[in-house]
T-cell receptor
């Protein structure tokens, strides 16, 4: 399978802590994206990092990309209860096929 | 919100019957995708389209067919539904700039139950 893999599968933290989730993939990519999904809803795009970038920031989000290791990480700093959701990485290689990882379920407790 | 709608939102059907799900966009985006989401598997790509009448298979395409006769519509058909196709189906759209995909926008999903 060319599907990406994420770890951990589930993560439970206290509000104010940082949350880190990791994504690994197997193919060459053009870019890597992270999405968020609230329960029962569609996915919402968070951030995109290109294959020639190593790190990118957006608000409380920090994404890193290591193409030599075929891996990426998403860091959410100072987490809030409202950050509780599932998070997915996604990537495109040749042909613009958008492939997703298996997801990390994040629970932020008060 | 991006202009993307899926219909129906919920459907219960019997094993062996044909089912068609519709994805409609008003964004004029080139790429359209159908995914299924099942516990423990994340989103798995069924089929995608890179233009009118241009489609390709994803990783779980068996038992599914698609058609795109207009830019705005991407249809997913289960020719003969099976219980293993019970799932939540998501449609997504995206554009391409400078040779790479931009962010994808998702529909709200269709919950399909095959009994």
């Amino acid at each position: 399978s060319q599907q990406g893999e994420e770890d951990p599968q589930a993560l439970s933290i206290q509000e104010g802590e940082n949350a880190t989730m990791n994504c690994s993939y197997k193919t060459s990519i053009n870019n890597l994206q992270w999405y968020r999904q609230n329960s029962g809803r569609g996915l919402v795009h968070l951030i995109l990092i290109r294959s020639n970038e190593r790190e990118k920031h957006s608000g409380r989000l920090r994404v890193t990309l290591d193409t030599s290791k075929k891996s990426s990480s998403l860091l959410i700093t100072a987490s809030r209860a409202a950050d509780t959701a599932s998070y997915f990485c996604a990537f495109t290689g040749g042909g613009n096929k958008l492939t997703f990882g298996t997801g990390t379920q994040l629970k932020v407790e008060l | 919100d991006a202009g993307i709608t899926q219909s129906p939102r919920h459907k219960v059907t019997e094993t062996g019957t044909p089912v068609t799900l519709r994805c409609h966009q008003t964004e004029n985006h080139r790429y359209m995708y159908w995914y299924r989401q099942d516990p423990g598997h994340g989103l798995r790509l069924i089929h995608y389209s890179y233009g009118v009448k241009d489609t390709d298979k994803g990783e779980v395409s068996d038992g599914y067919s698609v058609s795109r006769s207009k830019t705005e519509d991407f249809l997913l058909t289960l020719e003969s539904a099976t219980s293993s196709q019970t799932s939540v189906y998501f449609c997504a759209i995206s554009e391409s700039r400078a040779g790479e995909n931009t962010e994808a926008f998702f529909g709200q999903g269709t919950r399909l139950t095959v009994v």
